[in-house]
């Protein structure tokens, strides 16, 4: 089957994440895939960095991680929501699932790391199994995970970090996997404290936007509008996220 006819046999990039939620199972072992874009993959550290803040933020009892990287991929956008929401990703992902192309998809998570901007929301795109994220030139010059820890404002909620591009565009990446283990904007939260507006990956600066008026978590609770004019983030997943994650990998 040739790439026209596997994509008329999938019928929509929609499909594909239907398929994804008629296969899936409890996870002992959560696979992650990580590609970059062939620009992306001029810069050097990445996977370091992307190894070492993915493998702290999804590490839960519940499942060992097991992440992967992959060689270059060559996409026609740098756009790290586009070349998602338009289909291109999820195609190269999905042929590679029926062994067409030079992908091997990871079981749980395939993410794309372009060096797409990072100003202007969307900056990433997440759906079931499927994910990607710009700001590649950001991960390349961002700080460890503990010296980033020291940058932060000190709190009781843990790893609160400043708001600065390259910190944000790796909660942006971890948010994006998130969306991908079918996590959604409602399993997030902000959390105030001392005047400091807290947001976790899954709200992540969507809680700052002007046009936030405060939603209604998943796990009942009301989000704060944040008066503060300090704002931080965190790279700790809500306890509502964690929540839903550990329900995910018991298959419930
Ligand atoms: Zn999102």
């Given at each position: 089957?040739?790439?026209?006819?596997?994509?008329?046999?999938?019928?929509?990039?929609?499909?594909?994440?239907t398929?994804?939620?008629?296969?899936r199972?409890?996870?002992?072992?959560?696979?992650?895939?990580?590609?970059?874009?062939?620009?992306?993959?001029?810069?050097?550290?990445?996977?370091?960095?992307?190894?070492?803040?993915?493998?702290?933020?999804?590490?839960?009892e519940?499942?060992?991680?097991?992440?992967?990287?992959?060689?270059?991929?060559?996409?026609?956008?740098?756009?790290?929501?586009?070349?998602?929401?338009?289909?291109?990703?999820?195609?190269?992902?999905?042929?590679?699932?029926?062994?067409?192309?030079?992908?091997?998809?990871?079981?749980?998570?395939?993410?794309?790391?372009t060096?797409?901007?990072?100003?202007?929301?969307?900056?990433?795109?997440?759906m079931?199994?499927i994910a990607?994220?710009?700001?590649?030139?950001?991960?390349?010059?961002?700080?460890?995970?503990?010296?980033?820890?020291?940058?932060?404002?000190?709190t009781?909620?843990?790893w609160?970090?400043?708001?600065?591009?390259?910190v944000?565009?790796?909660?942006?990446?971890?948010?994006?996997?998130?969306?991908?283990?079918?996590?959604?904007?409602?399993?997030g939260?902000?959390?105030?404290e001392?005047?400091?507006?807290?947001?976790?990956?899954m709200?992540?600066?969507?809680a700052?936007?002007?046009?936030?008026?405060?939603?209604?978590?998943?796990?009942?609770?009301?989000?704060?509008?944040?008066?503060?004019?300090?704002?931080?983030?965190?790279l700790?997943?809500?306890?509502?996220?964690?929540?839903?994650?550990?329900?995910?990998?018991?298959?419930?």
């Open positions: 089957m040739n790439r026209r006819a596997f994509l008329g046999a999938i019928g929509s990039v929609a499909s594909l994440g398929l994804a939620y008629a296969t199972d409890p996870i002992e072992t959560l696979e992650i895939g990580v590609w970059f874009s062939e620009q992306a993959a001029t810069y050097d550290g990445l996977k370091r960095r992307i190894r070492e803040y993915v493998i702290r933020c999804f590490d839960f519940f499942w060992t991680v097991d992440l992967s990287f992959g060689g270059p991929v060559a996409v026609g956008t740098e756009d790290g929501a586009r070349v998602t929401s338009r289909g291109e990703w999820p195609l190269q992902v999905g042929s590679g699932a029926i062994s067409l192309g030079d992908i091997d998809p990871a079981r749980h998570v395939n993410l794309l790391v060096d797409g901007q990072m100003r202007v929301a969307p900056t990433g795109y997440g079931p199994r990607s994220v710009g700001g590649a030139r950001h991960i390349a010059v961002l700080e460890s995970f503990d010296d980033v820890l020291e940058t932060g404002p000190e009781a909620f843990p609160t970090v400043p708001v600065t591009t390259r944000r565009t790796m909660q942006v990446l971890l948010h994006e996997i998130g969306h991908a283990l079918g996590l959604d904007h409602e399993h939260a902000v959390v105030r001392d005047g400091i507006g807290i947001a976790t990956p709200l992540s600066t969507y700052f936007g002007s046009d936030y008026a405060g939603e209604q978590s998943h796990c009942g609770s009301v989000y704060p509008v944040p008066e503060s004019s300090q704002r931080a983030l965190s700790s997943f809500s306890a509502c996220s964690r929540r839903a994650l550990a329900a995910r990998a018991a298959d419930d």
